[in-house]
């Protein structure tokens, strides 16, 4: 069997078995050498001597080239953050942990409602679940919780699932900054609705006199396993419980905390 003009050629021969009506399938596929596309893709019957007329069958379209798999895409920083956190900024967006709208102004004090957006997207990421998904299988969970000032759903969540309190008036007070001890307090409780047990020993501060007493255990813990660190380079160091948490700090802790659990 042979093709014509530019298409390839195929030579095959055959011992056809001495009985009537005998006749051999097989695949074949012809292609042209100038267009690259097949002339014929399918199963060619064989009968007795008959000769296969080939230039009478339809042409197949060529398979396409599977499409190139896209380069990954760098993470990018909007603006400078400090020399000491910008290494793991840079790892917290290229693991896509950082919401959007956080991902600047890193020098600047992070709000408690920025905090929970970036709380509840590693929830997600570290779960691989929805939150409502994750609440919904939290045994301590809140059934109802609202805020008079937020209808934020992180901050909703957040509070469902016992990683952040209202105001004593009720309010949730989403655009006031945090302190580092509400930091520690919000990354354990996290650590906490994804399964870890954040008991841990006391850690000496040498400012431990100023850490309120509902605080210390959250920050034995974050301290512990190496989120939260001494804010200066004394021993025992500061832990500067009342001091405010930048964003900087919040996206480097947050990717800390991800990578531990």
Same mark, same amino acid.
């Given at each position: 069997i042979t093709g014509t003009k530019d298409w390839t050629l195929?030579?095959?021969?055959?011992t056809m078995p001495e009985v009537e009506d005998a006749y051999i399938q097989f695949p074949v596929k012809f292609w042209s050498v100038l267009s690259g596309a097949a002339?014929?893709?399918?199963? *060619?019957?064989v009968e007795g001597d008959k000769p296969v007329d080939y230039a009478s069958l339809a042409p197949v379209e060529a398979p396409k080239p599977a499409e190139p798999t896209p380069a990954p895409v *760098? !993470?990018?920083?909007?603006g400078e953050p400090s020399a000491? &956190?910008?290494?793991?900024? %840079?790892? $917290? %967006?290229? *693991?896509?942990?950082? !919401?959007?709208?956080?991902?600047? *102004?890193y020098t600047t004090d992070i709000t408690r409602s920025d905090f929970c957006d970036l709380i509840i997207k590693m929830i997600e990421k570290k779960s691989g679940k929805a939150? &409502?998904?994750v609440i919904a299988g939290y045994a301590d969970a809140k059934a109802d919780v609202s805020f008079p000032d937020t209808d934020s759903a992180n901050v909703i969540a957040a509070a469902k699932l016992g990683i952040v309190n209202g105001r004593s008036s009720g309010a949730f007070d989403p655009t006031a900054n945090i302190t580092r001890q509400e930091a520690a307090k919000m990354l354990a409780l996290a $650590?906490?609705? %994804?399964? &870890?047990?954040?008991? $841990?020993?006391?850690?000496?501060?040498?400012? &431990?006199d100023s850490i309120y007493a509902w605080a210390k255990e959250f920050i034995y813990y974050v301290n512990t396993i190496g989120v939260m660190?001494?804010?200066?380079?004394?021993? !025992?160091p500061n832990f500067s419980p009342l001091r405010t948490y930048t964003r900087e700090q919040s996206i480097l802790t947050v990717y800390r905390l991800w990578g531990a659990l």
């Open positions: 195929l030579s095959v021969t055959f002339w014929f893709d399918g199963l *060619a019957v *760098a !993470p990018t920083l909007n000491w &956190a910008k290494e793991e900024i %840079l790892k $917290a %967006l290229e *693991a896509d942990l950082v !919401p959007e709208h956080v991902n600047s *102004a939150i &409502a998904d $650590a906490k609705v %994804l399964g &870890a047990d954040i008991t $841990a020993s006391e850690v000496a501060f040498a400012d &431990a660190n001494g804010t200066s380079t004394t021993t !025992p």
